[in-house]
């Protein structure tokens, strides 16, 4: 009997600790707009940009308006203060690694505590219409193209002085300006997938529904329209910074 109620304590002191360490609002997506920014103690106006966060079971991440994941980074939930008042996350978010998320109010405000020291204030809000992915997205740095200087041989006049490159010495290219073709085609191509995804979804959502629900479908069906506009409009982007860099991408 004892041996009985020392494994329900035991389990019951699992499920309550596993309770405590699961993150909230799982499956929710909130949409935050910066209201301040904070460096060295003192507080500026924030620009208005407004960032979606999605919230799972383990943490939380920057999204669309879909929950789809744009590439920012994850931060795990790591809890609440002793007052219960604030919910930590931890993670890479647009701001880098070792970035902190910290919600306030019951999540009506957010901080975010960039690696660098600053920090971002966020309200809760209602994102503006035609609004549906975040304004801040991490794109990963151009790296500089270089190639391995080569010398051809050729007749020289006596007197004259040539400057040779070392063998080994690596040179900046300069027939084009630096543009990473194969980054971008593999944006390009990603956000091609998701709006051939979007556009099937769509196609489901025009078959005849009930009266009944005839309102959230029809809304549903106008926000799906307007994240494939947003799609093919970041996809237009893509193709008109190649075609700046003298390349092409379909």
């Known amino acids: 009997m004892k041996k009985s109620l020392f494994c329900l304590l035991l389990i019951a002191s699992f499920v309550t600790l596993f309770a405590q360490n699961r993150a909230p609002n799982e499956g929710q ?12 103690n003192k507080k ?10 999605s919230f799972t079971h383990a943490g939380c991440y920057d999204s ?11 931060l ?26 910290f919600f306030f109010n019951n999540f009506n405000s957010l901080n975010i505590h960039a690696p660098d020291g600053v920090i971002y204030v966020y309200e809760k809000t ?24 080569v010398v051809d041989s050729y007749p020289v006049s006596p007197g004259s002085v040539i400057t040779v490159t070392p063998p080994g010495t ?4 300069q027939t084009r300006p630096s543009y990473d073709v194969a980054y971008n085609q593999r944006r390009y191509d990603d956000l091609k997938r998701k709006k051939h995804d979007q556009e099937q979804y769509l196609i489901r959502l025009s078959e005849p529904v ?19 506009r947003e799609y093919e409009r970041q996809m237009s982007d893509i193709q008109n910074e190649a075609r700046r860099y003298g390349y092409s991408i379909y």
């Open 210 to 228: 009930d009266r009944s629900v005839a309102e959230g479908h029809f809304r549903l069906i106008n926000e799906t329209r307007a994240l494939i």
């Open 76 to 101: 795990a939930y790591k809890g609440l203060n002793a007052e219960n008042t604030i919910h930590t996350y931890y993670g890479k978010s647009y701001w880098g690694e070792n970035s902190s998320y």
């Open 126 to 149: 209602t994102a503006p219409a035609g609004v549906v992915t975040c304004a801040k997205i991490y794109v990963k740095p151009e790296q500089p193209k270089q190639s391995t200087a």
């Open 170 to 173: 690596v040179v900046q290219e």
């Open 44 to 53: 500026t106006a924030g620009d208005n940009t407004g960032q979606f966060i």
């Open 29 to 40: 997506v909130y949409y935050y707009k910066q209201t301040g920014v904070v460096r060295n």
């Open 64 to 74: 669309n308006n879909q929950r789809y994941d744009i590439g920012n980074g994850f």
